[in-house]
């Protein structure tokens, strides 16, 4: 080898190291910034849950403007839009077509985004549509985000209001989300939530979702506890 290639080499693996480690910490850092975002909304959609989904205005202004600081962000504007929406449809003059041609629009340009499926199943459903017609979205909301703590919470309250309905093949789905956002250290409106919704079924409703945890195995009877109905 010509003492020009053996250079040339060396250079050549220095540079592609170099730029290993500058695609890590670019990595590093968008992650960080994606976490930031991450933990706003996190406090953005507890506030929308703590009023059990019924905002008053001044509210909402104080949550569109903790939202608004992220609306110039170049990376993450279907998450921005997806949480501006929330708070829009938990307004009190929330206008529900709008917000529902928004949320298609956004689950065509990001059919992975599991909130937004969520969104438009809960929006159709408060704007008249039929369970059997909105459950697609929510079944292709835990397709693509089966584990995402607060869109689990929004398709097992969703799940509970409607257990009468539901489907036979959607109730151990709706079983596990409750379970496993009940057990979870994270959060802590959820059993509020689920109470709530639990309280609002006939008796005979109640006892099935119940009796649903209870034969989910330990998991469920520490769900049931939580829930103070063990």
Same mark, same amino acid.
Do not use: C
């Given at each position: 080898?010509?003492?020009?290639?053996?250079?040339?080499?060396? #250079?050549? !693996?220095?540079?592609?190291?170099?730029?290993?480690?500058?695609?890590?910490?670019?990595?590093?850092?968008?992650?960080?910034?994606?976490?930031?975002? %991450? =933990?706003?909304?996190?406090?953005?959609?507890?506030?929308?849950?703590? @009023? *059990?989904? /019924?905002?008053?205005?001044?509210?909402?202004?104080?949550?569109? !403007?903790?939202? &608004?600081?992220?609306?110039?962000?170049?990376?993450?504007?279907? =998450?921005?839009?997806?949480?501006?929406?929330?708070?829009?449809?938990?307004?009190?003059?929330?206008?529900?077509? %709008?917000?529902?041609?928004?949320?298609?629009?956004?689950? %065509? +340009?990001?059919? @992975?985004?599991?909130?937004?499926?969520?969104?438009?199943?809960?929006?159709?459903?408060?704007?008249?549509?039929?369970?059997?017609?909105?459950?697609?979205?929510?079944?292709?909301? *835990?397709?693509?985000?089966?584990?995402?703590?607060?869109?689990?919470?929004? =398709?097992?309250?969703?799940?509970? /209001?409607?257990?009468? +309905?539901?489907? &036979?093949?959607? #109730?151990?789905?709706?079983?596990? /989300?409750?379970?496993?956002?009940?057990?979870?250290?994270? %959060?802590?409106?959820?059993?509020?939530?689920? *109470?709530? @919704?639990? !309280?609002?079924?006939?008796?005979?409703?109640?006892?099935?979702?119940?009796? &649903?945890?209870?034969?989910?195995?330990?998991?469920? /009877?520490?769900?049931? =506890? *939580?829930?103070?109905?063990?």
């Amino acid at each position: 080898m010509a003492p020009f290639d053996g250079w040339l080499l060396r #250079r050549s !693996a220095f540079f592609g190291r170099v730029g290993v480690i500058g695609a890590g910490l670019i990595t590093a850092a968008f992650g960080v910034w994606v976490l930031a975002f %991450e =933990r706003s909304a996190a406090q953005v959609r507890s506030d929308i849950n703590a @009023a *059990r989904g /019924e905002l008053q205005a001044d509210k909402v202004d104080v949550l569109l !403007a903790q939202v &608004a600081r992220w609306t110039s962000d170049p990376f993450l504007p279907a =998450r921005v839009a997806s949480l501006k929406l929330d708070v829009l449809v938990s307004s009190p003059n929330a206008d529900l077509q %709008e917000t529902q041609a928004s949320l298609i629009n956004l689950v %065509e +340009h990001k059919p @992975a985004f599991a909130q937004a499926w969520q969104s438009l199943a809960s929006v159709s459903l408060l704007g008249g549509g039929s369970l059997e017609a909105v459950l697609p979205y929510t079944r292709f909301s *835990r397709l693509v985000g089966p584990n995402q703590g607060p869109v689990m919470m929004q =398709r097992a309250v969703m799940g509970l /209001e409607n257990w009468d +309905h539901l489907p &036979a093949q959607d #109730r151990p789905w709706l079983i596990r /989300e409750i379970v496993k956002t009940t057990n979870s250290d994270v %959060e802590g409106f959820q059993v509020i939530l689920y *109470r709530d @919704a639990i !309280a609002k079924l006939t008796k005979s409703s109640s006892d099935e979702v119940r009796a &649903a945890l209870r034969a989910y195995g330990p998991d469920g /009877e520490m769900a049931l =506890r *939580r829930l103070g109905s063990g």
